[in-house]
């Protein structure tokens, strides 16, 4: 079993920044591919950003060159930075990990989640 935990989430002004932390305990999640996925009150949960074994990353288009996913396989720690922030970046923000170290924006497959972080935007 791996339990996640993030961490970070706050409010803050349009155009600030952020810093997730999503620290990981049980097992060390070296081999694993670490997503955030975010959900906003009525909408679907949404993929953000991951990260490999290997240390490639992908991002949804949405937060292309605005945020930032990298990992501390040391500290078993992922991190998202989020900066240029805007109102409809709102959300609850979910660590997620997927054994099978895939390449994969899809939530069905990671088997570990945490509880969340609040983010909200204010403009």
């Known amino acids: 079993q791996v339990q996640l935990v993030e961490s970070g989430g706050g409010l803050v002004q349009v155009g600030g920044s952020l810093r997730l932390s999503c620290a990981a305990s049980?097992?060390?999640?070296?081999?694993?591919?670490m997503g955030w996925f975010r959900q906003a009150p009525g909408k679907e949960r949404e993929f953000v950003a991951a990260?490999?074994?290997?240390?490639?990353?992908y991002y949804a288009d949405p937060v292309k060159g605005r945020f930032t996913i990298s990992r501390d396989n040391a500290k078993n720690t992922v991190y998202l930075q989020m900066n240029s922030l805007k109102p409809e970046d709102t959300a609850v923000y979910y660590c997620?990990?997927?054994?099978?170290?895939?390449?994969?924006?899809?939530?069905?497959?990671?088997?570990?989640w945490g509880q969340g972080t609040q983010v909200t935007v204010s403009s």
């Open positions: 990260i490999r074994a290997s240390e490639s990353t």
């Open positions: 997620a990990g997927d054994t099978l170290g895939r390449r994969t924006a899809w939530h069905g497959d990671y088997a570990y």
């Open positions: 049980g097992r060390p999640f070296v081999g694993y591919t």
